[in-house]
T-cell receptor, first 111, second 116 residues
Framework: AQRVTQPEKLLSVFKGAPVELKCNYSYSGSPELFWYVQYSRQRLQLLLRHISRESIKGFTADLNKGETSFHLKKPFAQEEDSAMYYCALTPGETSGSRLTFGEGTQLTVNP | NAGVTQTPKFQVLKTGQSMTLQCAQDMNHEYMSWYRQDPGMGLRLIHYSVGAGITDQGEVPNGYNVSRSTTEDFPLRLLSAAPSQTSVYFC???????????????FGNGTRLTVT
């Protein structure tokens, strides 16, 4: 079965510093990977998806199949980035929307 | 659109009691699911449904039942509550059950359940 691991439960950086939230996965095939975010008092929502190679709110994530990683990066963190971030995976068509989530990383950006 | 609506927001149960967590969506989404969120364990899939009349088990289904009699509603039933079921429960839906890239999950606000 697939698994998603986020090794950092808590991550604290200062405003303007680079930030990287780590995500490692175990799956032998070609998964689809996502980052979901939950801001304080808001619903969990999609941040970005690997297949779209998009940059959302300055965040990017590159799928590294060799290292089975999908780390989330932002060059200059902002206070409004403080939130809980979840990395999620689906094996693909047969599993569809049945996402497997990681443990989550609570990011705090200090002023 | 209200999106995904969960009720109640908070609930306290005694061990052995039963209850139903409600989830409704008004987006005509085919896919609906229930997750529980526990500290250090992330979100774990309890049950899911790819359409009305179809349900299946997720990663942690024991102690929970679901049904999907309409497209809009996907209630989660706790048959005999146990302290291990203390958690935050999230309902999530998406338009297509088979295209998570173009049909992302929409989450409810969650139900915080405490079992004493």
């Amino acid at each position: 079965a697939q698994r998603v691991t986020q090794p950092e439960k808590l991550l604290s950086v200062f405003k303007g510093a680079p930030v990287e939230l780590k995500c490692n996965y175990s799956y032998s095939g070609s998964p689809e990977l996502f980052w979901y975010v939950q801001y304080s008092r808001q619903r969990l929502q999609l941040l970005l998806r690997h297949i779209s190679r998009e940059s959302i709110k300055g965040f990017t994530a590159d799928l590294n199949k060799g290292e089975t990683s999908f780390h989330l990066k932002k060059p200059f963190a902002q206070e409004e980035d403080s939130a809980m971030y979840y990395c999620a995976l689906t094996p693909g068509e047969t599993s569809g929307s049945r996402l497997t989530f990681g443990e989550g990383t609570q990011l705090t950006v200090n002023p | 659109n209200a999106g995904v609506t969960q009720t109640p927001k908070f609930q306290v149960l005694k061990t052995g009691q039963s209850m139903t967590l409600q989830c409704a969506q008004d987006m005509n989404h085919e896919y609906m699911s229930w997750y529980r969120q526990d500290p250090g364990m992330g979100l774990r899939l309890i049950h899911y449904s790819v359409g009305a009349g179809i349900t299946d088990q997720g990663e942690v289904p024991n102690g929970y039942n679901v049904s999907r009699s309409t497209t809009e509603d996907f209630p989660l039933r706790l048959l005999s509550a146990a302290p291990s079921q203390t958690s935050v429960y999230f309902c999530a839906s998406s338009y297509s059950p088979w295209d998570p890239t173009h049909s992302p999950l929409h989450f409810g606000n969650g139900t915080r359940l405490t079992v004493t």
